[in-house]
């Protein structure tokens, strides 16, 4: 195991109060960010500013956050709907039926997004237009979490409350059981690649990944309590993860090495990751940009 430099992390303040949450780099290379309060998307300015776009007053905070094919910017909201921001500024909102708690987004081949319901316990497919479908989980109150989509435009959705993936194929959801450790597995962050799928275990202190054939690998941190959340997968088969309980960053290579760097601020969550750095989203405020040259 080794150590990120300190020196190599570049920290972006956000104005006081402001709490970033996921991050999303748009098609005009602008990089954005979910903001719990005060509620609303924000853009990095070429200068190191925000621009910041408010939710209307009380109606919820914006969560996680994709880029579909079409350019358009989407999130998922804690008031039930999901939003679509198109690359001219216009918003297009999406009600969804009570009760489903969006959380986890991703961008599907054509400009549909699929999405995670977990208070109804589906998970959802929405069309650029607003046409919204979903499939039911097999398992009761699994508590889906985040969602990626792989190279055959398929989702995979990490069951928190039923330790497994989910993914759908053709309408059909197949799961894939994860392997306990120090706890019973609790997936939250899940990152789809070439080599497999990568999760992130909340509760186990571990990153784990999927194979092609089903196969699982898990890798385990030192630290027990470092509560593993958000995952991002890199070009060389590397996967990249955010650990909140320890204010910390890892990358796991694609043979299980870990390199882990200390983070300012706290709460680490959203990544995004770029051929020559990564972003951290801090929820005490802040984003850190790693350069990629620190690993070793």
């Not at 989702?155 to 706890?183: I, K, M, Q, Y």
């Not at 690998?217 to 309590?225: G, L, S, T, V």
């Not at 870990?258 to 995004?272: A, C, N, Q, S």
Request: hydrophobic share 45%; net charge negative.
């Amino acid at each position: 195991m080794s150590s990120l430099r300190p020196e190599m992390c570049r920290e972006v303040v956000l104005p006081p109060g402001w709490a970033p949450y996921a991050l999303a780099r748009d098609a005009t290379g602008a990089l954005w960010t979910t903001v719990l309060d005060p509620p609303g998307l924000a853009r990095m300015l070429p200068g190191g500013g925000f621009e910041h776009e408010a939710l209307p007053p009380g109606e919820g905070r914006p969560m996680l956050l994709t880029v579909a094919a079409d350019g358009a910017l989407w999130c998922t909201r804690s008031d039930d709907r999901l939003t679509r921001r198109d690359a001219s500024g216009g918003r297009t909102v999406i009600d969804l039926e009570p009760g489903s708690a969006p959380y986890g987004i991703a961008a599907a081949p054509g400009g549909d997004v699929w999405f995670t319901a977990p208070g109804r316990n589906r998970i959802g497919r929405v069309t650029a237009a607003g046409t919204v479908t979903s499939v039911d989980l097999p398992v009761a109150d699994a508590r889906a979490a985040m969602l990626t989509v792989d190279a055959d435009g398929r989702p995979w959705a990490a069951l928190n409350a039923a330790g497994a993936l989910a993914c759908v194929r053709d309408g059909t959801v197949r799961l894939v059981e994860l392997p306990a450790g120090r706890a019973p597995a609790a997936p939250v962050g899940v990152a789809a690649s070439a080599a497999g799928v990568w999760y992130a275990d909340i509760a186990g202190g571990c990153v784990g990944r999927v194979d092609p054939s089903g196969s699982v690998e898990r890798i385990e941190f030192a630290d027990a309590a470092c509560r593993p959340h958000a995952v991002a997968v890199d070009t060389d088969g590397a996967c990249w993860v955010t650990l909140w309980g320890s204010g910390q960053v890892a990358r796991v290579s694609a043979d299980g090495e870990i390199t882990l760097g200390d983070l300012p601020g706290k709460e680490p969550h959203g990544l995004w990751v770029e051929e020559s750095r990564v972003w951290v989203a801090m929820e005490s405020g802040s984003l850190v940009a790693i350069e990629k040259s620190v690993v070793a």
